[in-house]
């Protein structure tokens, strides 16, 4: 299970095959194929079911909540993040009329385990990478998983924990070796996932850009200077206490995000240090919309600029 999209799917097995009553259900999710290799293999227990469904996903929310409102546990694979967008209404008002009146110790559990169309040339429909927007739309958590321990930490602890959240998955990773390197520390929600220790620098990984923030930070410890860096999922008032320590020591912050969300999680964090009184420099390489023509087909990647993260850490606070 050396690449990506195998490695994610046999996480996801280990626990349907071992947790009780479930429904895995989506559109061809074992025919053809199978939503480019994100359902292929899928397994249940016993008391377990996988149903292909039709192409209607405010429907699907629907069945999915309405399986939570009951007890049951159910996970929706989904294509791509532009469909989610088709769900929504339900995943605001329908799941905020559940939580007004269950408290969530009453719910089963609903999971979206959906695709980023990250990898370029797809075209206007298959060009939504906004997670972070979701997450605050419908005050869920979302999580967008990178590398082995974070994939193994985020699926074995919400694939089917009572309440609903989204599961973000790479296109544009599902065919590359899986990271191995491992965590130093996670937090027990899964919000933020730390991988490395250093003195220097903080680097703040947001979306799918934490293999292009393990390249900066090699690049960095290439020119002599150490990082502590972190992944940060979309998670709705986690803490941001380990992230916030770490900058009383390094005095510096990259905030990485590949995403398209104008308003950023990092900016957040950002407001947090200031309110805080950290004394910190902060630069950001990140993505803010899209110009019109992006939204054809196109190379659709960020482009990150090395030497101007060098030259930043290069320049001591006086």
Known sequence: MNKYIEFIV?????????????????????????????????????????????NCELTHFGIGLGIMLDGGNSVLFAKQMDFILLGLEQACSTFNFIRAFKSKSELGSFTIVCIVCDQGFQGPQSSSNNASDISSLANIPIYCINFKDDITKV??????????????????????????????????????????????????????????????????????????????????????????????????LVVIDDSKSIKKYGDYLASKILQKGIKCEYIEQVRRGSEDKDYGVCHDQMIFDYKKILKFVSNRIS
């Open 10 to 54: 046999s996480e996801i097995n280990k626990v349907t095959t071992n947790c009780g009553q479930i429904l895995l259900f989506g559109e061809n999710i074992d025919k053809g194929s199978c939503l480019s290799g994100l359902s292929r293999g899928l397994k249940v227990n016993s008391n377990g079911q996988i149903i292909n469904i039709g």
């Open 155 to 252: 699926i074995s602890n919400n694939l089917v924990a009572k309440g609903f959240r989204i599961i973000f998955v790479s296109q544009r990773a599902f065919n590359s070796q899986i990271n191995k390197i491992p965590l130093i520390h996670g937090e027990s929600d899964c919000s933020i996932f730390k991988y490395s220790e250093g003195k220097d620098v903080t680097l703040a990984s947001y979306n799918f850009a934490l293999p292009e923030t393990l390249k900066i930070y090699n690049y960095l410890k290439s020119n002599g200077f150490e990082s502590d860096l972190y992944h940060i999922n979309y998670v709705p008032n986690h803490s941001l206490e380990p992230i916030l320590s770490s900058l009383k020591k390094t005095g510096k």
